[in-house]
């Protein structure tokens, strides 16, 4: 039979085995493992305390709590499109993407109450307001202006939250659809305009190129022609040059053998006889030799009729 003392032990070790395993447990729930790129806001008695970063970190039982797991990631919120309306009246609808973290875990906390939809509701306040200033070709043709300044000024606002924007993107901007339907004619008789300009460029170019094929080719031609009226010139003046000094010559035999004055004549009249042989159709014939040449022509008559 178990004695009294027996028992009270057994109990005494009981009792200091769950004592020693709610320590246990006790002391492994505030053991706290930080992960890589977060942030754990601690409080102590509802109070902020501290900021645990990366690591292992052990909080106060019953005094002290986390009160907020933020991840420094990189986060994108893609918000719905959002109507807005362009200085000229024009209602689009536009959605954008924002790309932040947090760069103060304490601020993201207390700093605004739902933060994702804070920021959602100033992307399109902070739009609205620059659409505004804009027409709808200039709200089309603007998207790094509008990405810009919506940076700048989405990243002001929001460092009392302990937020920074890196980068926002106007993702769509859809007009409506008669203002599509415009804008496709307009881009089409643009196309048609151009098509029409490079034709008429290229329709210009080949008449220049023509041209200047008949230009060089008459030139060509003219300097064909030309070269040849020279040639031509060229050897009438070098045949005439051959008569002339065959002519110098048989005078000059002439006055060597002292031939009579009617030798003399009559070698003349043969040279006006090859003279008019040529392309001349006038020809002046010397006084004195005419009445040589009239005797000339009698005596050939006279030898016809003897035969």
Do not use: C
């Amino acid at each position: 039979m178990m004695t009294p003392v027996f028992l009270m032990a057994v109990w005494g070790y009981g009792v200091v085995g769950v004592l020693l395993l709610l320590l246990i447990i006790l002391v492994a729930s505030n053991v706290v493992i930080v992960p890589q790129a977060s942030a754990y806001v601690v409080e102590r008695l509802g109070a902020y305390q501290q900021t645990w970063a990366t690591g292992l970190h052990f909080k106060i039982p019953l005094l002290e709590r986390v009160a907020n797991k933020v991840t420094l990631k990189e986060r994108i919120a893609d918000f719905k499109p959002q109507p807005v309306i362009t200085r000229d009246n024009v209602t689009m609808q536009i959605d954008t993407v924002v790309y932040f973290f947090v760069s103060d875990p304490k601020l993201y906390t207390y700093g605004v109450v739902q933060p994702m939809s804070a920021i959602e509701n100033l992307t399109a306040t902070t739009l609205r307001n620059l659409i505004g200033e804009m027409e709808l070709d200039q709200t089309l043709t603007s998207r790094d202006i509008i990405n810009s300044k919506m940076r700048s000024i989405l990243d002001e606002a929001t460092d009392p939250w302990g937020i920074k924007v890196n980068r926002v993107e106007l993702k769509n901007i859809i007009p409506p659809r008669e203002i599509q339907d415009a804008m496709e004619r307009q881009m089409k008789a643009e196309r048609e305009r151009r098509e029409s300009i490079l034709r008429a460029e290229g329709e210009k170019k080949s008449a220049i190129l023509i041209a200047e094929g008949e230009k060089e080719s008459a030139i060509l031609r003219a300097e064909a022609v030309k070269e040849q009226k020279i040639r031509e010139a060229e050897g009438q003046a070098e045949a005439l040059m051959k008569v002339q000094t065959a002519l110098a010559d048989s005078i000059k035999l002439l006055n060597q053998a002292d031939a009579s004055d009617a030798v003399i004549k009559l070698k003349a009249l043969e040279a006006f006889q090859t003279v008019a042989n040529g392309q001349s159709t006038k020809i002046i014939i010397p006084s004195e030799l005419q009445g040589l040449a009239g005797l000339a022509t009698g005596i050939t008559e006279a030898v016809k009729g003897a035969k």
